[in-house]
């Protein structure tokens, strides 16, 4: 991340690591896994500000939204912290994989075979939903987003949603888009409160 019209750099010589307010699972790989989901309901407006930063980053959709809500959730110091982590775990796996097995022990290694997982395969055959969605993301990442639905009072999609307005199409059009939008329509609602997958 920069600042396009910087003047000059930093006047900081060491970095400590900041106390998070909220502390991420000590155990990162919970992240790895996307074993929850969240029904949601996109706009056409959020789905191109998605469609930009998935351009922009070279990642999918759904990979943009769990990052955008982890650092929402967690901030950016751990989402640092997160990146960190994968790309040690990365280093690691790599170097493990260069080392060739000792003389005489036998170990063959075969070439991985590309899995397709269920939701892959039905996604290249029925598309992908342009208004609604499920959205997979890690259960930590997801139990954090209900606390934070609760708290204001919102159920865990329109928070979502809200959120997703706030960090993609600012704060601004976020007031317009409250005073704009209205109630959820009803169908939206029975969609989304509807989170058994």
């Known amino acids: 991340m920069w600042w396009p019209f910087a003047k000059r750099g930093t006047r900081v010589d060491a970095v400590t690591e900041p106390a998070l307010p909220i502390v991420p699972p000590t155990e990162l790989a919970a992240f790895s896994r996307n074993d929850a989901c969240i029904k949601l309901w996109l706009p056409e407006k959020l789905i191109t500000a998605l469609d930009v930063l998935s351009a922009t980053h070279e990642m999918s959709r759904p990979d943009v939204l769990r990052w955008l809500l982890f650092e929402h959730v967690y901030g950016r110091p751990a989402l640092d912290r997160l990146k960190a982590w994968k790309r040690e775990k990365d280093a690691n796996d790599a170097r493990r994989q260069e080392q060739p097995p000792a003389v005489g022990s036998g170990v063959m290694f075969s070439p991985k075979q590309p899995t397709l997982s269920e939701r892959q395969i039905t996604t290249r055959l029925l598309g992908k939903s342009v208004e609604d969605c499920k959205l997979w993301l890690p259960s930590p990442l997801k139990a954090e987003l209900e606390t934070l639905a609760k708290a204001e009072g919102l159920a865990l999609s329109d928070y979502t949603r809200k959120t997703l307005v706030r960090?993609?199409?600012?704060?601004?059009?976020?007031?317009?888009?409250?005073?704009?939008?209205?109630?959820?329509?009803?169908?939206?609602?029975?969609?989304?409160?509807?989170?058994?997958?």
């Open 167 to 197: 960090v993609l199409l600012g704060e601004s059009f976020h007031h317009r888009w409250q005073t704009a939008i209205g109630k959820v329509p009803a169908e939206v609602q029975k969609f989304e409160q509807n989170q058994v997958v």
